[in-house]
């Protein structure tokens, strides 16, 4: 149990991490597609809300990248495209249970469901404020 904390808790941290520097760096060059759109039509609004969920997606796919790693490395499942599958259904919290992880590591894999959950509420809320800063949503209006 203890080894599943200490891996988990690192993992964690890193996806953090991952997060915390991605939506820092989606912001900077969100001002820079802001700009370079002037956002006064509505088509440069939509194609800024494109630019900030494909950038969403691209940070959790990092990161599901990066747990389905750490499950190959750990022998937790046979093979890569298992790992990775294991990983995005776990992170995405859907877990189908189809794969399951070797009975050592399955407090690892709940910590990654927690992890996906939170971040993927992470997303979203940072979602919904460029929506409503840059995008076509007006607080009021539409939410």
């Known amino acids: 149990m203890g080894q599943n904390l200490m891996v988990g808790t690192a993992m964690i941290a890193a996806s953090v991490c991952i997060h915390t520097l991605g939506l820092i760096a989606l912001t900077r060059v969100l001002s820079r597609v802001v700009e370079a759109f002037r956002l006064h039509l509505n088509w440069g609004r939509i194609i800024a ?15 599901v990248w990066g747990w389905a790693a750490g499950y190959r490395l750990l022998g937790v499942v046979s093979d890569w495209e298992t790992a990775l599958y ?5 992170f995405s919290t859907v877990g189908f249970g189809d794969v399951t992880p070797h009975p050592t590591w399955r407090l690892l894999a709940s910590l990654e469901g927690i992890d996906g959950f939170l971040l993927i509420g992470w997303s979203t809320a940072y979602l919904v404020s460029a929506g409503t800063r840059i995008g076509p949503f007006r607080s009021g209006e539409h939410f």
């Open 49 to 63: 809300m494109m630019f900030v969920v494909l950038g969403l997606f691209l940070l959790m796919t990092i990161e």
């Open 86 to 90: 294991f990983s995005t259904t776990t």
